[in-house]
């Protein structure tokens, strides 16, 4: 065993990890800031931070002035997103892993992702103006709604929802909406790269209300399923027993497939399909922590955050050219992934 | 009929168009060791399913101590019933000790640390099974008998006045097998439980139960004391399979062979 772990459930809220996680995210957070075109140093970054908060404005015409409007107006925004996002798809991994007992899900397996793209493709390829510029964030979230619909319609059988059902119904989905994303490419011409550029996932020119939305949506979500927390560690015994330990399996499989949905889609319509955080924090926190969902759901959403949030400092700050997101945190987390996949044996994960 | 903890009354149970379950009647006393029998697909698991509030019946009721169990909250039912199912496996990698644990959530508020109590049934079930040494081991690194002896501590760390056991010794070795269900056995003696076992094993249930009852496509064929019922004709139109049924063993119990 590579590491011992204690799971007494009396010592559930002990450990230095939540510690070590908050200040990492703070630290990362401050430094993330200073980098960029304008460099500032930590410092600095501290005193605007500051001052934006207690709402003193710097003096007029001085560089700190500069400083304050490219912290508070277009750095910010853009990381407390990333951060957020990177926070809510980590805990819908979590979620999703738990209730189709499946450590192989992630936020996207039940297409959700599929809808959310489908839905956007569509608002890039009309154009729509009368929505202004969130017309697209707006599809985008009806269309992973609409497909999460759909989803739960097709693996619904008699009141029961079996996890089997539901990977099923979210496969079929998201292959028929696959081909219908490649029809919209192939028929929107020279706006086909605007599609691909944000199925791709972007951070960049996120403002303080996509900000807000992110951030009520995962707070909202954090909320409901840290409360089912315990019940989510009895679906891991599959339905009969978790049944006669008092919980009623479909029931909680409906009301966090809804919460992990909604939270997913919120993210997706936000920052476009960012792939592979969802799958591989909540596998690197198990490592850490263990399986026990009322640790994991917190240590998952902060470490989400840290990593989503360097993903994008890499790619906004350090990168001579801004490379999509989605194709960043793939890049890294793709052969991570293959490396926890093929010694799982060794470590005991997964049977 | 104080002694009737558990009765069933005109269950009905359907999977689509096919009626698992026909008319089934029975009383369960308190303090008995009851073993079901019967082919694949009979209703076995249906059975128990609908005991623990799993899946509800078409028509008919059930009673646990003179209660009708759509009366019971889903949590009076976790601290009334508890099952060890015939599935055991287990995809994340929980300690034992943790799994154990699971038992004891019906008794411990949401977000409240366990308290003294729970540690004692815990610590006292992890050595009364003999899982000392697999404690802090990961389930999903252990074998299937392992796992298995851990799933039933599970349900034997609820600690309800009924115990379920779907084939729980299905993948345990002889050893552990009759020491576990030695163990249940004294529960029923020492602290008047009820288990209603499922087995495939029918010398086990000859051995361990009180009473048998025969199930084939949703009817019950017999019920009753196993010296009883535990004859040629019963098993031979149970299972549709000629047998032999020999001698009194030592423990005064029937035994039988397959006579193929």
Not at chain 2, 109 to 123: A, H, M, T
Not at chain 2, 221 to 234: H, M, N, Q, R, Y
Request: aromatic share 10%; hydrophobic share 45%; with cysteine.
């Amino acid at each position: 065993m590579p590491m011992a772990r204690k799971n007494r459930a009396s010592s559930y809220w002990g450990g230095p990890t939540f510690l070590i996680l908050f200040l990492v995210l703070i630290v990362s957070l401050i430094i993330s800031t200073g980098k960029g075109y304008i460099k500032i140093s930590p410092g600095t970054v501290v005193d605007i931070l500051y001052r934006g908060i207690i709402g003193e404005l710097p003096d007029k015409g001085t560089n700190l002035e500069i400083n304050y409007y490219v912290i508070w107006q277009v750095r910010l925004p853009r990381i407390l997103t990333a951060m957020v996002v990177g926070g809510s798809l980590s805990m819908a991994g979590v979620i999703f892993q738990a209730i189709l007992v499946n450590p192989l899900a992630d936020p996207y397996t039940l297409g959700v992702s599929a809808g959310a793209a489908f839905g956007a493709s569509i608002a890039l390829l009309l154009n729509i103006p009368f929505l202004g510029i969130y017309s697209v964030s707006i599809f985008a979230f009806f269309g992973a709604l609409l497909t999460l619909v759909a989803v739960i319609f097709l693996s619904s059988n008699s009141g029961d929802i079996s996890s089997n059902n539901l990977i099923l119904s979210g496969i079929i989905v998201s292959a028929i909406l696959a081909a219908c994303i490649s029809f919209i490419k192939y028929i929107a011409d020279e706006r086909v790269s605007v599609i691909i550029f944000w199925l791709m996932g972007s951070f960049n020119s996120k403002t303080w209300i996509e900000f807000f939305v992110v951030s009520i949506s995962t707070f909202i979500g954090f909320l409901i399923s840290f409360y089912f927390s315990r019940d989510i560690n009895l679906m891991t015994l599959g339905d009969r027993s978790a049944s006669a330990l008092g919980i009623s399996p479909s029931r909680l499989r409906i009301i966090l497939l809804i919460t992990a949905s909604m939270i997913t889609a919120v993210s997706v319509s936000v920052s476009g399909i960012i792939g592979f955080v969802g799958l591989v924090v909540p596998h690197l926190m198990r490592f850490i922590i263990g399986p026990d969902n009322r640790k994991l759901l917190p240590a998952s959403t902060l470490a989400g955050a840290v990593i989503l949030l360097w993903a994008d400092t890499i790619t906004r700050a350090f990168l001579p050219r801004e490379i999509p997101i989605g194709v960043l945190t793939a890049l890294i987390g793709g052969p991570f992934f293959c490396f926890i996949f093929k010694r799982r044996k060794n470590i005991g994960f997964y049977g | 009929m104080d002694k009737v903890i558990l009765t069933l009354n005109k269950l009905t149970f359907n999977y689509g168009n096919n009626r698992v379950l026909n008319n089934i009647s029975l009383d369960f006393e308190k303090g008995k060791f009851y073993g079901v029998l019967g082919p694949n697909g009979c209703g076995k698991t249906t059975l128990l399913d609908i005991i623990i509030k799993y899946k509800v019946p078409v028509s008919g009721n059930i009673k646990i101590k003179n209660k009708c169990i759509k009366e019971y909250s889903n949590e009076e039912i976790a601290k009334t019933v508890s099952i060890v199912p015939q599935d055991f496996y287990i995809n994340f990698p929980f300690t034992v000790e943790s799994i154990i644990w699971m038992g004891r959530y019906p008794y411990i508020p949401r977000f409240s640390s366990p308290g003294e109590e729970n540690k004692e049934i815990v610590d006292r079930v992890i050595e009364d099974l003999e899982l000392c040494d697999l404690r802090n081991k990961l389930i999903t690194k252990l074998s299937g008998g392992e796992k298995q002896r851990v799933v039933f501590a599970r349900a034997i760390a609820q600690n309800t006045p009924i115990l379920l056991i779907d084939e729980g010794t299905s993948n345990m070795d002889i050893r552990h097998s009759i020491y576990i269900l030695n163990y249940v056995k004294n529960l029923v003696k020492d602290y008047g439980k009820t288990i209603i076992a499922v087995f495939h094993n029918l010398n086990l249930a000859s051995l361990y139960c009180d009473n048998l009852v025969f199930i084939k496509n949703g009817h019950i064929i017999a019920s009753g004391k196993t010296e009883k019922v535990f004859c040629k004709e019963i098993i031979e139109d149970t299972f549709d399979v000629k047998c032999h049924i020999y001698g009194e063993s030592s423990t005064g119990k029937k035994q039988m062979i397959w006579n193929i």
